[in-house]
């Protein structure tokens, strides 16, 4: 083989390797910021109070809870007895914004005060960015299959222009002045 013949294969191995290498390595880059809270330094705290709610075994959910913002029950207090409500007693879920029970006492009413962290903007741009590159990698592997049909492709035409002019070197087929044999 000639080597710029050699070049097409081996440039397009070399593509298809390092574009695996750099996917993998943004996608590790993207998911130790996204896991490490790097970017939660600046965020803002707000505590909020509700009145009204209750804590039984079917739970409460908290009214302004939003799931893109952190929240913990700072304290519950029953507001029948004015006496804050040990955290052992209840339980409350960060991913939902349900408050339940967690022993048989039920409590009708009850102020919940609660600590809103809110994402901060460079938080909502990776979690954003994270998102937007995951979908482009679903995207892209989607057509994966047909762009390496026209690899294959290229590389066969390629295979076959070779093995023609090698043949025709050799003196095999192609027009040539000699007789047959």
Request: net charge negative; hydrophobic share 45%; glycine share 10%.
């Amino acid at each position: 083989m000639v080597e710029g013949e050699t070049g097409i294969i081996s440039s397009l191995i070399n593509g298809v390797g390092g574009l695996i290498v750099l996917t993998i390595v943004v996608l590790v880059i993207v998911s130790t910021l996204l896991g490490a809270n790097l970017l939660r330094a600046t965020e803002t705290t707000t505590t909020a109070l509700e009145t009204g709610a209750f804590i039984n075994s079917s739970g409460y959910t908290v009214t302004n809870f939003d799931t893109t913002n952190r929240n913990s029950a700072v304290s519950v207090v029953n507001d029948s007895a004015i006496g804050t409500i040990d955290s052992a007693n209840y339980t409350f879920n960060t991913a939902t914004g349900l408050l339940t029970n967690a022993t048989a006492t039920t409590w009708d009413l009850v102020n919940i005060t609660f600590t809103d962290v809110e994402p901060t903007n460079f938080e909502t741009a990776s979690t954003n960015m994270s998102t937007g590159f995951t979908s482009g990698i679903d995207n892209v592997s989607t057509k994966i299959p047909t762009i390496l049909l026209i690899g294959a492709v290229v590389l066969l035409f390629g295979v076959i222009v070779l093995l023609v002019r090698q043949s025709q070197a050799m003196g095999i087929g192609g027009s040539s002045n000699r007789g047959s044999l």
